[in-house]
């Protein structure tokens, strides 16, 4: 965050900086672009090289990221990434902004991937919407290239994703799309080792038989972790990464610092910190995660979602004072799908019905991902099973979003009404 004297940086940039030195001086509330460049910073310091491409990586397409600084006198630029140790080699941090074309940039940034494993490649979408004239590469080489040629990839693609009432262009990264070409079989929990439940090692090769990652970070803390994964693992995997718009100044998207290192909170714990599932905040804390954990009989209804939604309920059930009731349980990871987390909190809440809740129309999202794998848990713990997951979210639709303000927010309060609504049932 130290910039060099003689530099004159624009104003409201520099408050930007030294807000995130108070951030890390006080160890509190470290937001989203704090949170990646610590990630960026400790990944350099280890030695690693880092590249960021996309058409608007420098600042970041929502002014956050701030990673090319310009001298309001002399228009030099200052690259805080290439500064963060002494002696640190030219170029080990590159970011760039490119030209208007995802199907060539992403192409050539999977090609550098593929050459570098070492390094820490990834691609920004301006927004995820526009990810889709890339859909070339996607299909045919990022979600097959080690099932038809051998070749691993860590390419790491950075999807601006949201409902925020910004229309049908700039609301979807189109999820769906991403989920169905993961090739895991939904009606198959894999072999869970409960006696390595606590390494990390507990699911066998669940990720390594995976042909790429899908998350949907809701904090700092974790978005920090799972890009810290991609290169501490001993194999690549692409990531696809629904990357938030609304969060990156949320007043409750915020991490302690402690949540940054590698030391977990819980004894007996060891391994990486990326949490695949993010447990309720309510009821028996601190919550046990045992694969079989105390059970919480009061609660009626869990609620399973993903992404920024969960602010939204989180403050309605505070609103509508249903907190030792209702449940909300957070999906980081849709896939591989974690299904070892999803048994257990199933098992945390033996009398509560379950319920899917998203802000994407029922045919868009993850709804029809998550809907298989959760009965397939449902009936691991001998749960009864209807063939349909309970849904809370927006109607089938052909287009992604509305282009009207009112209707958006007409949506989306129904939606977290529904959700909440220990009433509630689908009219199938």
């Not at 030195?21 to 509190?28: D, L, P, Y």
């Not at 097959?144 to 262009?169: F, I, M, N, T």
């Not at 974790?222 to 994964?229: A, C, D, G, I, P």
Request: overall charge negative; charged content about 25%; some cysteine.
């Amino acid at each position: 965050t130290a910039l060099p004297e003689d530099f004159a940086p624009h104003r409201q940039i520099k408050k930007v900086y030294e807000q995130r030195r108070a951030m890390i001086e006080s160890g509190e509330e470290v937001d989203w672009a704090t949170a990646e460049a610590l990630a960026f910073a400790t990944l350099l310091s280890e030695g690693n090289h880092i590249r960021l491409s996309g058409q608007d990586v420098e600042r970041g397409t929502f002014s956050h990221r701030h990673a090319v600084l310009h001298d309001q006198n002399t228009g030099a630029k200052y690259v805080l990434l290439s500064h963060v140790f002494p002696g640190q080699k030219p170029f080990q941090f590159t970011v760039t902004n490119s030209s208007l074309s995802e199907y060539g940039v992403l192409g050539f940034e999977l090609g550098y991937s593929m050459e570098n494993p070492n390094s820490l490649v990834l691609w920004e979408a301006q927004f995820g919407d526009f990810a889709n004239t890339a859909q070339v590469i996607f299909d045919q080489f990022l979600t097959s290239g080690e099932a038809k040629w051998l070749r691993q990839s860590g390419l790491v693609c950075l999807l601006p994703h949201g409902y925020d009432g910004q229309g049908p262009e700039h609301s979807s990264a189109r999820m769906e799309r991403f989920l169905q070409m993961c090739d895991e079989n939904p009606y198959t929990l894999p072999e869970i080792d409960h006696k390595d439940w606590f390494t990390g090692s507990h699911l066998g090769t669940q990720i390594q038989a995976a042909n790429w990652q899908v998350v949907n970070c809701t904090t700092p803390a974790n978005y920090f972790h799972v890009l810290r994964r991609q290169i501490h693992r001993q194999f690549r995997k692409p990531l696809i990464v629904f990357s938030p718009k609304n969060l990156l100044r949320h007043p409750k998207c915020k991490s302690p610092l402690n949540e940054f290192d590698d030391v977990p909170d819980d004894q007996g714990i060891v391994g990486v910190r990326f949490k695949r599932l993010i447990m309720d905040d309510q009821g028996i804390m601190p919550k046990s995660r045992a694969p079989r954990p105390p059970q919480e009989d009061s609660f009626k209804r869990v609620v399973f979602c993903t992404g920024k939604v969960f602010y939204e309920l989180h403050a309605e059930r505070e609103r509508q004072g249903k907190q030792n009731e209702l449940a909300i349980v957070r999906l980081e990871q849709l896939a591989p799908f974690p299904f070892d987390l999803v048994c257990r909190e199933l098992y945390r809440y033996p009398n509560a019905e379950p319920i899917w809740c998203q802000e994407e129309p029922m045919n868009m999202g993850a709804y029809f991902h998550v809907q298989p794998r959760l009965e397939s848990c449902m009936r691991a713990e001998g749960r009864a099973t209807t063939g349909r997951v309970t849904y809370a979210g927006r109607a089938p639709s052909a287009s992604t979003a509305t282009g009207y303000a009112e209707v958006h927010a007409q949506e989306q309060a129904r939606l977290i009404e529904d959700a909440l609504n220990l009433e509630y049932a689908v009219p199938w």
